[in-house]
Nanobody, 119 residues
């Protein structure tokens, strides 16, 4: 099992920055991909950014150049640095962990943290 706890959300104005943290615990060795998803009001949950155990990253087109995902293995924490925030970034942000598809085919979610960006 893997536990994920998000923090760092809040209310900011457009153009400001926030850093989300996802504190991880449990069988983190089993995880292949760490990710951040978001669910905007009235919309489906969508991938924002992902990072593989090897350090490869990918981003949604809407956040490229503004958001950065990283992982600090020593602190067992995954971060999402969000710069130049826009009102359309308002959403609940969820941390996600996906296990190795062959050895540990599990998918874990945190409870989410609210980010609100005012114009």
């Amino acid at each position: 099992q893997v536990q994920l706890v998000e923090s760092g959300g809040g209310l900011v104005q457009a153009g400001e920055s926030l850093r989300l943290s996802c504190t991880t615990s449990g069988s983190t060795f089993s995880i292949d991909i760490w990710g951040w998803y978001r669910q905007r009001p009235g919309k489906q949950r969508e991938l924002v950014a992902g990072i593989s155990s090897g350090g490869r990253t990918n981003y949604a087109d809407s956040v490229k150049g503004r958001f950065t995902i990283s992982r600090d293995n020593a602190k067992n924490t995954v971060y999402l640095q969000m710069n130049n925030l826009k009102p359309e970034d308002t959403a609940v942000y969820y941390c996600n962990a996906v296990g190795d598809p062959i050895k540990y085919p599990q998918n874990y979610w945190g409870r989410g943290t609210q980010v609100t960006v005012s114009s």
